[in-house]
């Protein structure tokens, strides 16, 4: 009785063998990631959580301001000049000095009068017999400015600035607090630069 021989065992794989063969499936692997629409998906999620991660970061720690700096606000016009709009006549330096008064003399309840700094290029509103709550306004063609008297008689309103040649107007509106004594209404009159100043 005759016997077959035992086959002949197949030697294990050489080590370029299994490395190819690993190459091969990790480039199937890569292949089969670079196509899956799910692994997009995620990929692309993956990068805005870090992009947004970023901007919120740089909200946070104040560099937004640095990357995009704001722009400058503009810079303060000096007195005399347009900025002498809305100041004070006493607290800018020299626009009092040479200040000049017009005043209307007849039916004049509350003594209301203008001031006019040629050196400063303003005018003001004053009264001087007025009530606590009495308003005192000035207006020109490019601004306007008002006050109300908190104790004694006298208030002043902020400058308007105007030019070599101008027209303002000024008024004396009284209270309409029970409490006040005077009967007078509502005050005003117009000057210009060619008024009787002195």
Same mark, same amino acid.
């Given at each position: 009785?005759?016997?077959?021989?035992?086959?002949?065992?197949?030697?294990?794989?050489?080590w370029?063998?299994?490395?190819?063969?690993?190459?091969?499936?990790?480039?199937?692997r890569?292949?089969?990631?670079?196509?899956?629409?799910?692994?997009h998906?995620?990929a692309t999620?993956s990068?805005?959580?870090?992009?947004?991660?970023?901007?919120?970061t740089a909200?946070?720690?104040?560099?937004w301001?640095?990357i995009?700096?704001p722009?400058?606000?503009?810079?303060?016009?000096?007195?005399?000049?347009?900025?002498?709009?809305?100041?004070?006549?006493?607290?800018?330096?020299?626009?009092?000095a040479?200040? *000049?008064?017009?005043?209307?003399?007849?039916?004049?309840?509350?003594t209301?009068?203008?001031?006019?700094?040629?050196?400063?290029?303003? *005018?003001?509103?004053?009264?001087t017999?007025g009530?606590?709550g009495?308003? *005192?306004? *000035?207006?020109?063609?490019?601004?306007?400015?008002?006050?109300v008297?908190?104790?004694?008689?006298?208030?002043?309103?902020?400058?308007?600035?105007?030019?070599k040649?101008?027209e303002?107007?000024?008024?004396?509106?009284?209270?309409?607090?029970?409490?006040?004594?005077?009967?007078?209404?509502?005050?005003?009159?117009?000057?210009?630069?060619e008024?009787p100043?002195?």
């Amino acid at each position: 009785m005759s016997s077959e021989p035992d086959p002949t065992p197949t030697p294990p794989p050489g080590w370029f063998s299994r490395l190819r063969s690993g190459a091969a499936r990790r480039i199937g692997r890569g292949w089969r990631f670079a196509w899956h629409p799910a692994s997009h998906a995620t990929a692309t999620l993956s990068i805005l959580t870090v992009v947004l991660g970023s901007f919120t970061t740089a909200l946070a720690t104040g560099l937004w301001g640095e990357i995009f700096p704001p722009d400058s606000p503009p810079a303060a016009q000096p007195c005399p000049g347009k900025g002498c709009e809305g100041k004070s006549p006493k607290e800018t330096g020299g626009c009092t000095a040479d200040a *000049v008064t017009y005043q209307r003399e007849e039916n004049n309840p509350a003594t209301l009068h203008f001031r006019y700094s040629r050196r400063c290029g303003a *005018v003001w509103a004053r009264i001087t017999t007025g009530e606590v709550g009495d308003e *005192v306004n *000035v207006s020109s063609a490019d601004g306007a400015q008002s006050a109300v008297v908190e104790s004694d008689h006298d208030q002043f309103t902020p400058m308007v600035v105007v030019g070599k040649t101008f027209e303002v107007r000024a008024c004396a509106v009284p209270t309409l607090a029970q409490s006040r004594k005077g009967t007078w209404k509502k005050y005003c009159f117009t000057a210009t630069d060619e008024a009787p100043w002195s």
